[in-house]
């Protein structure tokens, strides 16, 4: 079992709905990031939290450390999010873990 | 982008030939690591450093072997290059002081 588990693997979501991607982890952790891939480019570092909940824009991060488990929320989907959205925690081993990937498609 | 620059960035190489993949930072940051992404397995870490001559392998580092002389280059060689280490190869860095981590743009490698 992979020690981060993303969800749903593939998203498909018409402009402006509401979209959240799940990540649930196995290991202790001192913080979770959430990173952004364009189809061919590059990788984007979103939000880095270790507690509660992060707000940039239209996107929003949040963490339950109790529970293992993290969303990232998107309002008002446009088609430009569509990307890949990767979950990957930090056990304070300078190394990161990282989950397979949600790959979203918001279509107009 | 925090200054990483990744070369080459496409590369187009026969199975058995060597092959060196160059990272390039210009804010002396201590951290550097090699990820290879692959279809179905996410990025997964080949080698990091910790500082110059300071290294230390990856999940994935069968095949591959790093260098770091100056704190701004972090290589890696593929000795004998095999047509499974086909991969998109990024690059990171590590602010000293925080966990978060800056990519580089990525190298595209294809082993015929």
């Known amino acids: 079992k992979n020690e981060v588990e993303q969800s749903p693997q593939n998203l498909t979501a018409q402009e402006g709905e509401f979209i959240t991607i799940n990540c649930s982890y196995s290991v202790g952790i001192s913080a979770l990031h959430w990173l952004q891939q364009h189809p061919g480019g590059g990788i984007v570092s979103l939000f880095m939290l270790s507690s509660g909940k992060k707000k940039h824009g239209r996107l929003i991060a949040t963490i339950n450390i109790q529970e293992k488990h993290s969303s990232l929320h998107i309002t008002a989907s446009h088609p430009r999010d569509s990307a890949v959205y990767i979950c990957?925690?930090?056990?304070?081993?300078?190394?990161?873990?990282f989950g397979t990937g949600t790959l979203l498609a918001v279509q107009p | 982008d925090a200054g990483i620059t990744q070369s080459p960035r496409h590369k187009v190489t026969e199975t058995g030939t060597p092959v060196t993949l160059r990272c390039h930072q210009t804010?002396?940051?201590?951290?550097m690591y090699w990820y290879r992404q692959d279809p179905g397995h996410g990025l997964r870490l080949i080698h990091y450093s910790y500082g110059v001559k300071d290294t230390d392998k990856g999940e994935v580092s069968d095949g591959y072997s790093v260098s770091r002389s100056k704190t701004e280059d972090f290589l890696l060689t593929l000795e004998s290059a095999t047509s499974s280490q086909t991969s998109v190869y990024f690059c990171?860095?590590?602010?000293?002081?925080?966990?978060?981590?800056?990519f580089g743009p990525g190298t595209r490698l294809t082993v015929l």
């Open positions: 804010e002396n940051h201590r951290y």
């Open positions: 990171a860095i590590r602010f000293d002081r925080a966990y978060e981590q800056f």
């Open positions: 990957a925690v930090d056990g304070a081993t300078n190394k990161l873990i």
